[in-house]
């Protein structure tokens, strides 16, 4: 491991700040997956994962403001167990709840869905996990609820599984990639579902905690000329980008442009917009932080970030210093303060911008005790 204060290679995984200072991260550190924070905008980090479970053990982690945090690992109960840790002081100390059974084997694995773990308030949470088949146009999932702050998990919901696994009724389809979970209340889900050659995707709802679910298509939501385009190359709704109890935006990628859906009533109707054009559309990063600021990242474009102040109705493209990033991941605590993070020539890079992404500044972060 590296010593604290080293420069360490520090592979962001997941970068949420809470303000301009301080905020988690979730990163591979010497190859294993540890829960880290920082308090100066993320040049130092320390490691803040339960003691004697960082590493592989680790799994997927939830945020829920500058002190609670819940992460996922596996359990010594076997492969197909789980247990999930909660901290309500910023990780100095850690709670454990109760190891549950899960339907696929508890991995961090090509083969499995990386788990999403996500609460909307100290009490009720979701995990979705699955197997990830689409080569065969199929991802299986399962959705678990808590409602005591993760001491105990229950299976609300399943696709069914190729092992016997029954399908619950109204689940979530057993086709086609599950691309986000953003829980809005206690009661109201959102899924996006992305497909490949073999159809469109929808975006699902739930609005009885994530037990049963329906979906909308594209065609219904607005009407968008992308029937053809799904047939070559595939298309769907990525996870959301901003999601609260009235307002939700969700992109609608196809191989040669995406769309901005967005709704101000919980769905009640829907606006669609345009994605600024790159030049591989199922390559970009949207994130917004509030309903009318967001950013889009590309792939592919270097030196290219896409900015907007209306909720996605225009863009502007600026010309930034930021590298190739594959994937870029995107993280915003308001107008102006922002992160992206991922790999450039198989580097592992970490930037931070104070004027809403026209400049940025390279970051070297460090362990620190």
């Known amino acids: 491991m590296t010593p604290p204060g080293a420069a360490a290679s520090l592979a962001f995984e997941v970068?949420?700040?809470?303000?301009?200072?301080?905020?988690?991260?979730?990163?591979?550190?010497d190859q294993s997956l540890e829960l880290l924070r920082t308090h100066n905008g993320g040049t130092d980090w320390a490691m803040v994962s339960p003691a004697r479970l960082s590493g592989p053990n680790l799994l997927a982690a939830g945020f829920l403001g500058i002190r609670r945090a819940w992460v996922l690992t596996d359990s010594p109960e076997g492969r197909?167990?789980?247990t999930t840790y909660r901290t309500d002081d910023a990780g100095t100390t850690w709670h454990r709840g109760h190891p549950f059974r899960t339907d696929w084997p508890v991995l961090r694995d090509a083969g499995y869905v990386n788990p999403a773990l996500q609460f909307t308030d100290p009490r009720h949470?979701?995990?979705?996990?699955?197997?990830?088949?689409?080569?065969?146009?199929?991802?299986?999932?399962?959705?678990?609820?808590?409602?005591?702050?993760?001491?105990?998990?229950?299976?609300?919901?399943?696709?069914?599984t190729p092992t016997g696994v029954p399908q619950t009724p109204h689940s979530l389809p057993y086709g086609c990639m599950k691309t986000g979970v953003a829980f809005t209340s206690r009661s109201t889900g959102w899924v996006g579902q992305w497909c490949g050659i073999e159809g469109s995707g929808s975006l699902w709802v739930s609005h009885d905690g994530g037990s049963?679910?329906?979906g909308r298509s594209e065609t219904s939501l607005g009407q968008i000329p992308v029937r053809s385009a799904c047939?070559?190359?595939?298309?769907?709704?990525?996870?959301?980008?901003?999601?609260?109890?009235?307002?939700?935006l969700v992109p609608f990628e196809v191989p040669e442009h995406g769309w901005l859906f967005s709704t101000s009533n919980a769905g009640e109707s829907w606006a669609v917009h345009p994605l600024p054009r790159t030049p591989h559309p199922l390559s970009v990063s949207v994130y917004f932080v509030d309903p009318k600021h967001g950013w889009l990242v590309p792939f592919s474009h270097r030196g290219t970030v896409f900015r907007?102040?209306?909720?996605?109705?225009?863009?502007?493209?600026?010309?930034?210093?930021?590298?190739?990033?594959?994937?870029?991941?995107?993280?915003?605590?308001d107008a102006a303060h922002g992160w992206v993070f991922g790999y450039s020539s198989h580097t592992a890079l970490l930037l931070k911008t104070a004027d809403g992404g026209r400049t940025w500044t390279r970051l070297q972060p460090s362990l620190t005790s």
């Open 125 to 160: 949470g979701w995990l979705v996990e699955g197997l990830n088949e689409t080569v065969m146009g199929s991802f299986p999932v399962s959705v678990f609820r808590t409602t005591d702050a993760g001491s105990t998990w229950t299976k609300v919901s399943d696709t069914g």
């Open 80 to 82: 197909y167990w789980a």
């Open 15 to 29: 970068v949420h700040l809470v303000s301009p200072t301080t905020g988690w991260g979730l990163a591979l550190v």
């Open 308 to 333: 907007t102040e209306n909720g996605g109705v225009t863009w502007t493209r600026v010309r930034t210093n930021v590298p190739l990033l594959s994937p870029p991941g995107v993280d915003f605590v």
């Open 212 to 214: 049963t679910w329906s």
């Open 231 to 248: 047939r070559e190359g595939g298309c769907g709704f990525t996870a959301p980008a901003f999601a609260s109890r009235s307002t939700l």
